[in-house]
């Protein structure tokens, strides 16, 4: 197979571009530093898509590796035939080599390897031939291991019966038959106290319709042993296939055949294709629940930070108190407390006191609650003590989803040796609001709230889509080289832990950075590392003003050859005077001006992107956090209110929208948007600030339905 050449079809690109992709993935470049350094090679492929067609590069190459283990297994056995060949030449998945292997696999003992053994396999072969008397023919085979003309038939039926399983061909058509008119069939065994398996108690719907959502909920139920699951194909038309493709006359040995075909589907066929089917089904699904995860969580990680504000951080809780942690512009911690507004102690008018003084002392600008137990609650405490301040103080809430991880950690604990893991989560949650990013990426994607069935998940796809993730978010934002963590710099492309931490090792030594040249005297980090992480790494205030951008340093000379052809200085970019740099170099001309710098002309209008307004963060384009300083309760909401919200998570059968009541209104699919769209993700991202109608309303269960497409609608 010429790999490039089917990936070029596939993806739809340009030849050149995906060779030149592919010597760069083989050569060890990362991703990031492809789709940003590398865009004249690449025809600007943007990294997502890169990440696609490495996942399939990846695939297509294990592919072909196993189609050459698989022949030369089979021609260790001298059975290689030119049909056998060109069928593995031809297979274009995984199952389909498989299947050609299959007859050639060492097998446990069967009943046909037991007939075998019996000499009855020239039997079996004079059946499947069609030509003559098979009892008379058996005959010849009666032996002391085989006493009667029936056990010798008996015996070359078994030897039939597995060789008609093993034929590649017609378990390609079986399986795909299952594939489009089978029917998965589920029964309730018993359900959980919460009901979560009501509607599979009597269910059944066609293969080729179900949902994957559907798929991935009874195989938890089928875990759980809630339910069982069976995919029914009517055995009879199934029989007919297998029939079909080995009889081609009619008597006795036709027969046999028959009968050898039905043993063989009921026995071996039918088990088999089901597990495939299922397999194939979990495969497709789990993809599209990895996909909805990373769709979720890229926006999320994305979201704007506060920036520039002193935070408090309320971690709420009942019985143990509300922790409560300030820090400072940067997130450093300035103070920590326990307060107790809510029950059982509901000491307000104390609580009030305590967090007054906080705001006052440390001239505290918002605060930051954690949406989890006695958040509620927690939330009207702090609208009630803003509208007593003599002080502009808003208020946020939160995600606290997987803070109680990250402050059980070891690397909370290395973080924070003085904390317990309580007053670690306040911490935590305040800086979340400052910047979610950094905060975030120190946590197990996995817990942090925003996927449908992850913990189901095969845990190495998962990881390997999650970083993909990280990796991408961390590099399109930039990392401050002399204040991000370990955790954040381990992201950058060409780094790992190992070295983020020799980085962290090197500034604590030698105080911060001036130069991105100086990485390359940090323990472990090499040329081609300082190659594909220096871009994405940022010094505010270093010696070289580039240093702040996201130019690389390879294009440093020819960055200041494009400045000069315009009459700039690094004064000039230092003092953000190159506003009118982009009309300049379209009146000269954009192909004679990256000509002249030695540039292609997507490097040099980045290059001008980045000069223009250095140490600029691309989320600062994304719409700011809405911050409030009063509260909206379940009950003042009625059917037919419009209200403001967030999206929270997006699923594929709607979108969870945070509308200030602490419980999350759903839009369901349907009531989007009038328009046809295959997945609420065409429309809606985490993050996304909507307007929605509520229209149905169940206060004592707290479920709120919301519709986006009735606003219009109603105005």
Do not use: W
Not at 14 to 21: G, Y
Not at 34 to 53: P, S
Not at 400 to 428: K, M, N, Q, W
Request: include cysteine.
């Amino acid at each position: 197979m010429d790999i490039s050449a089917k990936l070029t079809e596939e993806f739809n690109l340009r030849p050149d571009h995906v060779k030149n992709v592919l010597t760069l993935l083989d050569e060890g470049n990362t991703i990031p530093f492809i789709a940003r350094y590398r865009k004249e090679m690449t025809g600007a492929i943007d990294d997502q898509v890169l990440r696609k067609l490495n996942d399939r590069y990846e695939y297509l190459k294990n592919l072909e590796k196993r189609k050459g283990e698989v022949s030369a297994a089979i021609c260790e056995q001298e059975k290689m035939t030119d049909e056998i060949q060109s069928a593995l030449d031809a297979a274009q998945t995984m199952t389909e080599v498989e299947d050609i292997y299959r007859p050639f696999k060492q097998k446990k003992k069967t009943r046909a390897s037991v007939a075998i053994a019996k000499g009855l396999q020239p039997l079996a072969d004079f059946i499947l031939a069609q030509d003559g008397d098979p009892y008379k023919q058996a005959e010849k085979y009666i032996t002391e291991e085989v006493p009667t003309v029936a056990d010798a038939i008996a015996g070359a039926k078994d030897i039939i019966a597995e060789y008609i399983s093993d034929n590649a061909e017609l378990r390609k058509k079986l399986r795909s038959l299952m594939e489009n008119h089978g029917e998965m069939q589920v029964k309730m065994v018993k359900d959980d106290e919460k009901g979560t398996y009501a509607m599979y108690a009597d269910y059944s719907e066609l293969v080729s319709e179900i949902k994957n959502h559907r798929i991935l909920a009874v195989n938890r139920g089928e875990k759980e042993e809630c339910l069982k699951v069976k995919i029914y194909l009517d055995p009879d038309l199934a029989k007919r296939v297998c029939v079909a493709k080995f009889v081609h006359s009619k008597g006795d040995c036709a027969k046999l055949i028959e009968e050898a075909a039905d043993d063989g589907y009921d026995r071996l066929i039918e088990p088999s294709i089901e597990r495939e089917v299922r397999a194939i089904l979990t495969d497709k699904a789990s993809e599209q629940a990895i996909k909805m995860f990373e769709v979720n969580l890229r926006p999320l990680l994305l979201q704007p930070p506060v920036k520039g504000k002193i935070t408090l951080g309320l971690d709420p809780g009942y019985r143990t108190g509300c922790k409560v942690a300030v820090v400072d512009e940067t997130g450093k911690v300035l103070a920590t407390s326990v307060i107790y507004p809510v029950p059982p102690k509901n000491d307000i008018e104390g609580s009030k006191k305590i967090v007054k003084d906080l705001i006052y002392k440390y001239g505290v600008n918002v605060i930051s609650i954690g949406n989890g137990t006695a958040s509620k609650e927690t939330e009207i405490f702090v609208a009630d003590l803003l509208k007593e301040l003599d002080a502009d103080v808003s208020y946020a809430v939160v995600s606290e989803a997987g803070a109680s991880v990250y402050s059980a950690s070891p690397l909370a604990v290395e973080e924070f040796p003085d904390y317990d893991l309580t007053l670690r989560s306040a911490i935590s949650i305040a800086r979340r609001l400052q910047d979610p990013l950094a905060e975030l990426i120190k946590i197990d994607p996995k817990s942090i709230g925003v996927g449908q069935y992850q913990h189901d998940m095969e845990k190495k796809r998962l990881d390997s889509v999650l970083e993909g993730v990280l990796e991408d978010c961390v590099n399109s934002v930039g990392v401050d080289l002399n204040t991000a963590s370990v955790s954040l710099l381990k992201y950058v492309a060409g780094l790992n832990a190992g070295v983020a931490k020799n980085i962290v090792a090197y500034r604590e030594q030698n105080g911060k950075f001036t130069a991105r040249s100086q990485l390359l005297k940090v323990s472990k980090l090499g040329e081609k590392a300082y190659e594909q992480c220096a871009g994405f790494l940022r010094i505010p205030d270093g010696v070289n003003i580039m240093d702040n951008t996201a130019v690389h340093p390879e294009s440093y000379k020819k960055a200041e050859k494009l400045l000069a052809l315009f009459g700039y200085t690094e004064a000039d970019v230092r003092a953000g005077k190159l506003a009118e740099l982009p009309a300049k170099v379209k009146a000269f001309g954009e192909d004679k001006a990256a000509a002249y710098s030695e540039l292609d002309k997507s490097t040099m209008n980045d290059i001008i992107a980045e000069l223009i307004k250095p140490g600029r963060d691309i989320r600062d384009s994304i719409p700011a956090r809405k911050l409030r300083k009063d509260i909206l309760s379940i009950d003042d909401l009625s059917v037919g209110m419009e209200v403001e919200g967030v999206v929270r998570n997006v699923t594929d059968f709607g979108a969870f929208i945070d509308i200030g009541v602490h419980q999350d209104g759903l839009v369901h699919i349907s009531e989007i948007t009038d328009r046809f769209i295959r997945h609420p993700s065409d429309v809606l991202k985490v993050g996304d600030p909507v307007k929605a109608v509520i229209i149905t309303l169940d206060k004592k269960k707290q479920r709120i339905g919301l519709s986006i497409k009735k606003v219009k609608k109603q105005a």
